[in-house]
């Protein structure tokens, strides 16, 4: 295997160094970068050639979802996604939008490795859990879309997740309390949700918080 130059974003600075300290023991590394936002993923792929990006899902300024969207990845490089995210409408939209494998924080050092060695021989790899969703999720895939929430419907969902009333919501984001649960009911229907609860969870399993 030739020598790879590995591009860790992850926005916590534990897991970042963590991580680099153990690939740096590894003989098949050159370099290894470190970004903890989008723009450093953004300027470090314009300053350096990589080949393997360990992309963490969330992250603070945006979803490691909307940065593959947003940034061209040339056909050389290879993308793993590792999050300790489980929402299986995430799962299925990174992998329809082309990430060469997912890992499960939790899965361990290991797990990152066989995909490391994996895509770069142009294989694929994925952990037992992912294979179950893949498998699990077949004959409702082409249903599965990913969901993009408007400026106010992020905002509607941070103000919900910090424990605000609809009644607080309104004033909070400039509309009266009656629009604020209309918004709020629309949200839930557009992402197939029966309550707040409901919402809340498959906001964090999936990212949008």
Do not use: C
């Amino acid at each position: 295997m030739k020598a790879l130059n590995i591009l860790i974003v992850d926005d916590e600075a534990l897991l970042r160094q963590g991580l680099k300290s153990m690939l740096q023991n590894e003989d098949f590394i050159n370099q290894i970068f470190e970004a903890s936002s989008g723009n450093e993923f953004k300027t470090i792929l314009l300053q350096h050639k990589v080949d393997v990006i360990l992309l963490d899902i969330r992250l603070r300024d945006m979803s490691g979802f909307d940065l593959l969207k947003e940034v061209r990845i040339s056909p050389g490089q290879k993308v793993i996604a590792v999050t300790g995210l489980d929402g299986v409408e995430l799962i299925i939209n990174l992998l329809k939008i082309g990430v060469h494998s997912i890992v499960y924080k939790l899965d361990g050092y290991n797990e990152i490795i066989k995909s490391i060695k994996a895509v770069i021989n142009n294989e694929s790899y994925f952990p037992a859990n992912i294979l179950k969703i893949i498998q699990s999720n077949a004959q409702r895939w082409d249903d599965v879309h990913g969901v993009i929430l408007t400026f106010q419907e992020k905002e509607l969902l941070k103000a919900i997740a910090s424990g605000a009333t609809t009644k607080e919501i309104g004033p909070q984001l400039k509309m009266s309390p009656a629009t604020a649960e209309t918004y709020r009911t629309r949200l839930m229907r557009k992402v197939g949700v029966p309550n707040t609860a409901a919402l809340l969870a498959y906001a964090y399993r999936n990212g949008l918080l």
